[in-house]
């Protein structure tokens, strides 16, 4: 009898697996009635100043190759400095700068937002226009970049005690309050943002602007990220007057966030036939080198200085050792990512392929 009762409880087991599979899949989903289409880019309104096809980004019809760095203004103490320092990124060959702008840094306590000085950010994106940068603007509200609290004020973790709508070990539940708080920083920092768009301005530097960072759909292929938070900080830029496309960066090409604008034809409100939330443009962080060795080994980039040895290792190079970076493999691995990329389908499989490597040098 044991051993039929046994038998019955492995049996039970798979199913109890998929089912609760299914149920965090959906759950994640969401039910904010928020759609991929609702706050999409406008490209009947806003096509003939800035659109894509899956080869090129056309600004003003013209095709147009980016290449952008990452430029952290609140690094810098004074800014006096901003100028040789931006001149410098349009003397080294770049177009475009990426800035996070950083929460806790302009606001140090709940209500007060500084703008001012050091933290003028309209100034910044003057200069930008000024020597012709594009901008690929980051407000967050997690930024990372590897600063305290990832960018999010003292003021706001000690009133939430939690971050990212994280409850404990990584399991995740929306929390409105918690969004109420990004609802408020948006609503401080975007409408400057807003002012620089090249859909609002004629000289804008803005192209685009992304929303959250890292943020992984799934994690291992186990169901993470809440659609809701990225629906409501999507919403709120749009009603903050952000009218260029919206991004995120996958932390490598995971396919999170990938926008499926045909589902939404097909509304339901009931749990199991949740739809899933997209932004404009899928976009997503590839290091060079061996970071992410143990995840992904075929699709890397090595570069002279680095070999496919586990960072944990800590292996020191000898560069009197370091070879040439070899083309062949460079064109290998740049087919193997966008293979994978157009493999997602959905828009992923039209997005101009300069958005997904703008990323590989950045971060």
Same mark, same amino acid.
């Given at each position: 009898?044991? @051993?039929?009762?046994?038998?019955?409880?492995?049996?039970?087991?798979?199913?109890?697996?998929?089912?609760?599979?299914?149920?965090? +899949?959906?759950?994640?989903?969401?039910?904010?009635?928020?759609?991929? %289409?609702?706050?999409?880019?406008?490209?009947?309104?806003?096509?003939?100043?800035?659109?894509?096809?899956?080869?090129?980004?056309?600004?003003?019809? !013209?095709? %147009?190759? !980016?290449?952008?760095?990452?430029?952290?203004?609140?690094?810098?103490? /004074?800014?006096?400095?901003?100028?040789?320092?931006?001149?410098?990124? =349009?003397?080294?060959?770049?177009?475009?700068?990426?800035?996070?702008?950083?929460?806790?840094?302009?606001?140090?306590?709940?209500?007060?937002?500084?703008?001012?000085?050091? =933290?003028?950010?309209?100034?910044?994106?003057?200069?930008?226009?000024?020597?012709? +940068?594009?901008?690929?603007?980051?407000?967050?509200?997690?930024?990372?970049?590897? %600063?305290?609290?990832?960018?999010?004020?003292?003021?706001?973790?000690?009133?939430?005690?939690?971050?990212?709508? &994280? +409850?404990?070990?990584?399991?995740? $539940?929306?929390?409105?309050?918690?969004?109420?708080?990004?609802?408020?920083?948006?609503?401080?920092?975007?409408?400057i943002i807003s002012e620089h768009q090249i859909t609002s301005k004629p000289n804008g530097c803005v192209?685009?602007?992304?929303?959250?960072?890292?943020?992984?759909?799934?994690?291992?292929?186990?169901?993470?990220?809440?659609? /809701?938070?990225?629906?409501?900080?999507?919403?709120?830029?749009?009603?903050?007057?952000?009218? &260029?496309?919206?991004?995120?960066? /996958?932390?490598?090409?995971?396919?999170?966030?990938?926008?499926?604008?045909?589902?939404?034809?097909?509304?339901?409100?009931?749990?199991?036939? =949740?739809?899933?939330?997209?932004?404009?443009?899928?976009?997503?962080?590839?290091?060079?080198? $061996?970071?992410?060795?143990?995840?992904?080994? %075929?699709? +890397? #980039?090595?570069?002279?200085? $680095?070999?496919?040895?586990?960072?944990?290792?800590? *292996?020191?190079?000898?560069?009197? =050792?370091?070879?040439?970076?070899?083309?062949?493999?460079?064109?290998?691995?740049?087919?193997?990512?966008?293979?994978? &990329?157009?493999?997602?389908?959905?828009?992923?499989?039209? *997005?101009?392929? !300069?958005?997904?490597? @703008?990323? #590989?040098?950045?971060?």
């Amino acid at each position: 009898m044991a @051993i039929v009762e046994l038998a019955a409880f492995l049996a039970f087991l798979p199913a109890s697996f998929v089912a609760f599979y299914v149920w965090l +899949l959906q759950s994640r989903k969401g039910s904010l009635p928020i759609t991929t %289409t609702e706050v999409a880019y406008d490209k009947h309104k806003f096509g003939h100043i800035l659109n894509w096809d899956k080869y090129h980004l056309y600004i003003h019809g !013209i095709p %147009t190759l !980016i290449i952008s760095g990452e430029f952290h203004y609140w690094r810098l103490p /004074d800014r006096s400095r901003w100028e040789s320092i931006l001149k410098k990124y =349009r003397a080294g060959g770049f177009n475009c700068i990426r800035i996070y702008f950083h929460w806790g840094y302009h606001s140090p306590d709940e209500g007060i937002y500084n703008f001012k000085d050091n =933290r003028d950010i309209n100034y910044l994106l003057d200069l930008c226009e000024e020597l012709n +940068l594009y901008v690929l603007a980051a407000p967050g509200p997690y930024i990372c970049a590897e %600063t305290q609290a990832g960018g999010f004020p003292i003021w706001v973790v000690e009133k939430v005690k939690k971050l990212r709508h &994280v +409850l404990h070990s990584g399991f995740k $539940s929306y929390d409105s309050k918690f969004s109420e708080y990004e609802k408020q920083w948006f609503e401080n920092i975007l409408p400057i943002i807003s002012e620089h768009q090249i859909t609002s301005k004629p000289n804008g530097c803005v192209l685009a602007v992304q929303i959250e960072n890292e943020l992984f759909e799934r994690i291992l292929n186990i169901p993470f990220a809440l659609h /809701d938070e990225m629906r409501f900080l999507c919403k709120t830029a749009r009603d903050c007057g952000i009218t &260029v496309p919206l991004f995120t960066n /996958d932390g490598f090409e995971a396919g999170s966030f990938i926008a499926k604008p045909e589902i939404d034809s097909k509304p339901s409100s009931h749990f199991f036939g =949740r739809k899933s939330f997209g932004l404009d443009l899928y976009g997503f962080d590839k290091y060079l080198g $061996s970071y992410l060795y143990v995840i992904d080994p %075929t699709s +890397l #980039l090595f570069v002279p200085a $680095s070999e496919p040895t586990p960072w944990a290792f800590n *292996v020191q190079q000898d560069p009197k =050792r370091w070879k040439q970076w070899d083309p062949k493999v460079v064109m290998k691995s740049l087919d193997g990512i966008e293979n994978t &990329v157009r493999g997602f389908g959905y828009e992923a499989a039209k *997005v101009f392929r !300069i958005l997904m490597l @703008i990323l #590989l040098v950045m971060d």
